[in-house]
């Protein structure tokens, strides 16, 4: 028989990067077992790390996304009046707060100004309270707004008040102020919760934006809602651009709607 043929079909039945001619050899049993187990666990600790870093990524993308009633608008009995008088006309705007550049009209000379609607924690300097979605309705005289707070925030709270414990039922109480100090203390609300996250959903009545300049949400600790405010965010400056906010069709109140009450 032709050698050169049984080396070229030896060749190839064994041609592979991966082929070992000494895997088979009793003498080497241990050394190639131990091998195995290495590459084994190397492997695994390599998937393993990576779906660990896959799953804190999704579970930081869950607990920094607002539930839907923290964007949702609010729908009230006078809303819907309002829609159904305005029909297409019916508008809804919204405002972010940012930083923007203001033009002194007088000098023209122009500064940034920060106007971030969170607060940086009474005690330990992270956010504990913040404010988005903020929606005003001209037709109906109504300003939306969305109000979140953590678990640092009630720490704050029973430090600041000296308190034991946390008391039940609402935590606080809301009012709305412009630049002028007037008042806007008729509010209802919806909640939501995400994490160590708390929402309220804000709904004020009697608010003519085209009145104001600015408006500032205070919040209140409900046993003393005559002191002065535990926190105070803007929540609107007129310096700042409005955008359109796209609304279904209502078909009725919000379900959960609750009207604010003192404790």
Do not use: C, H
């Not at 492997?43 to 993308?61: C, D, E, H, W, Y």
């Not at 504990?128 to 903020?134: D, K, Y």
């Not at 008040?161 to 809301?174: A, I, M, N, Q, V």
Request: proline share 3%; charged share 25%; hydrophobic share 30%.
């Amino acid at each position: 028989m032709d050698e050169n043929i049984y080396y070229d079909n030896y060749m190839d039945d064994n041609d592979s990067k991966d082929y070992d001619p000494f895997e088979e050899d009793p003498r080497y049993k241990r050394y190639y077992q131990v091998k195995k187990i290495v590459k084994f666990t190397l492997k695994t600790v390599i998937i393993m790390s990576v779906l660990a870093v896959i799953g804190a990524l999704l579970f930081r993308i869950y607990t920094i996304q607002e539930p839907d009633m923290a964007t949702e608008y609010v729908w009230n009995q006078t809303t819907l009046d309002a829609y159904n008088k305005k029909g297409e006309n019916f508008t809804v705007m919204g405002q972010k707060m940012s930083t923007y550049i203001w033009t002194d009209p007088d000098t023209g000379e122009s500064k940034t100004i920060e106007r971030d609607s969170f607060n940086g924690g009474k005690e330990i300097g992270d956010e504990t309270m913040r404010i988005s979605n903020m929606y005003y309705t001209e037709a109906a005289k109504q300003v939306q707004v969305t109000f979140r707070w953590n678990q640092n925030a009630e720490k704050d709270l029973l430090d600041y008040y000296k308190l034991t414990e946390l008391p039940s039922g609402e935590l606080f109480y809301y009012v709305l102020t412009d630049e002028k100090g007037n008042a806007y203390g008729e509010v209802s609300y919806t909640k939501g919760s995400r994490y160590v996250y708390t929402y309220r959903r804000l709904l004020f009545e009697n608010v003519d934006i085209t009145k104001v300049n600015e408006l500032y949400l205070n919040i209140y600790y409900t046993g003393q809602p005559e002191a002065a405010p535990f926190e105070q965010m803007i929540i609107y400056d007129v310096g700042i651009e409005p955008f359109e906010v796209t609304v279904e069709k209502p078909q009725k109140v919000t379900k959960g709607l609750t009207a604010q009450t003192r404790n």
